[in-house]
């Protein structure tokens, strides 16, 4: 909350605060605030000593838990107990660092800045970056899809630029999940890096459109985020049966073959998120397919169709990460999957520069490239180069995680050596190298995927104009050997 603002210095023509809501004018945002007030109360508890006959000595101070509120200083013993950053018991499906990666990738690399290498260096790594890159389809092809169920809203014309870029997005997602058999009741849709949940109410929209009848018996969405979150949609389908669950934990720490709502009617997992951002996405990839005793946990799909139309899966030096792109990848309802319990995924890729090489899936897939730690840090600095200097950067609110799971503004921050080798390669070749960068450690996590039994693919789900960040990772189960 600002508190330089005042609650005397509102114009005339300024509207009143909405019935119940509090008479602080917030004049940072030009509004009131939106904080609900007690009966008879002007101000909400945020600004309750603007309140006239306010007790002396209730002075506010910052919580010692979280910066983000206050507190009046004579209750402060009191909200410790109840603030909802206090320590709280940790949940059954806590298990500490249980999809962090092998203690042989937690060997700490030196983090040496791209603008303290030698010009040298650069080129040797520019030798081995093409080198690397060498043999994989450098070019994913254009994909982008809609959903109808967000036709309405991407045709309102209410909806500012912001909204509609998601409104696109979402929709793009949804129709990828269409056309690879897994937008279908029958399933659990756990959303990593959830947010307010938004690509969770659109998937239970669509459902809900295609077949009310039966969504309520056989459809679970599982929302995972690390962070508490204002104006959850998922509040607004608590009716109506369907099971919304929200689980406030780091992806890191998440043993999902104990989550009770999975272990309730143990329905297969589809995997879903909007801009998993950095080593998110690596901790999901971990969390979904590595997750001890999770395939025994979930129940595979009842149907197995026919395989006829799918080849076998050409392997991790082909297909999806060769110039053959190798068989399309076919609806996951034509097939049994391999681990009996994830039937595929869907996820929107971003900021390649958080990466870390303890959690980053591809580690063999490098080490087999004559490539290690090492470079894989300063390809995740390189990334950044791709869209650097095409968008702005975020850099009053820096976030020094690189497990930030979610991002859901489009100003996604570049990494701090954004300008430092501008006189190396001109603007277009870094662009270039940074998509290289980007190429290189996806196709990791696609070679990741094919050894755990999936045909994965690559994919722009959206143009650059939407957002720079638009890469989609898609995953369905690779058809079993024909006998």
Not at 19 to 30: A, I, L, M, S
Not at 340 to 369: I, P, S, T
Not at 406 to 415: K, L
Request: glycine share 8%; hydrophobic share 30%; proline share 5%.
């Amino acid at each position: 909350m600002q508190h330089g603002s005042s609650a005397t210095s509102v114009s005339s023509n300024m509207a009143a605060p909405s019935p119940g809501r509090c008479g602080f004018f917030v004049e940072k945002k030009n509004r009131f605030c939106k904080m609900i007030v007690g009966r008879g109360k002007t101000f909400c508890g945020e600004h309750a000593t603007m309140e006239e006959g306010s007790r002396s000595g209730s002075r506010r101070i910052i919580c010692p838990l979280d910066p983000k509120h206050t507190v009046s200083e004579d209750k402060l013993d009191k909200h410790l107990r109840k603030c909802n950053s206090r320590e709280r018991n940790k949940p059954v499906y806590y298990v500490e660092n249980i999809n962090a990666g092998s203690a042989d990738g937690d060997k700490t690399v030196q983090q040496v800045s791209l603008c303290e290498r030698s010009r040298t260096e650069l080129e040797s790594l520019l030798d081995k970056l093409r080198t690397a890159v060498r043999g994989l389809q450098c070019d994913p092809e254009d994909s982008i899809l809609s959903h109808p169920v967000l036709q309405e809203e991407l045709s309102n014309p209410k909806n500012g630029d912001s909204a509609h870029k998601h409104l696109k997005q979402q929709s793009s997602i949804l129709g990828h999940l269409e056309e690879l058999g897994l937008l279908a009741g029958g399933r659990c849709f756990v959303e990593f890096g959830a947010g307010r949940g938004k690509l969770s109410h659109w998937i239970h929209e669509a459902l809900k459109t295609r077949d009310h009848l039966k969504i309520c018996e056989d459809l679970q969405l599982l929302l995972v985020e690390r962070c508490s979150t204002r104006f959850k949609v998922d509040g607004k389908h608590q009716e109506g049966g369907v099971q919304f669950e929200r689980l406030q934990v780091d992806i890191q720490h998440l043993d999902l073959s104990k989550v009770p709502l999975l272990r309730q009617k143990k329905l297969p997992i589809v995997g879903v998120g909007k801009h998993l951002c950095g080593a998110a996405t690596d901790l999901a990839l971990r969390c979904l397919l590595e997750t001890p005793g999770l395939d025994q946990e979930t129940e595979p799909p009842a149907k197995r169709l026919k395989t006829s139309e799918l080849a076998a899966d050409p392997g991790p030096d082909s297909g999806s990460l060769s110039d053959d792109p190798g068989p399309e990848q076919g609806p996951a309802s034509d097939f049994v999957p391999g681990s009996g319990a994830v039937l595929g995924l869907a996820v929107a890729l971003c900021c390649h520069h958080r990466c870390e090489w303890r959690h980053y899936v591809g580690q063999q897939f490098f080490l087999q490239r004559g490539l290690g730690a090492a470079e894989f840090s300063a390809f995740c600095r390189m990334s950044s180069w791709a869209t650097c200097g095409l968008r702005p950067t975020n850099q009053n609110h820096p976030s020094q995680d690189p497990t930030n799971q979610r991002r859901d503004d489009e100003a996604h921050e570049a990494a701090e050596e954004t300008d430092a080798v501008n006189g190396f390669l001109a603007a277009d070749e870094r662009e270039h190298v940074g998509r290289l960068c980007k190429l290189l450690i996806d196709s990791g996590r696609l070679h990741f995927l094919w050894a755990k039994g999936f045909k994965s693919k690559l994919t722009r789900y959206v143009d650059a104009q939407t957002t720079l960040e638009n890469m989609l990772l898609t995953a369905v189960p690779s058809p079993p050997p024909s006998s």
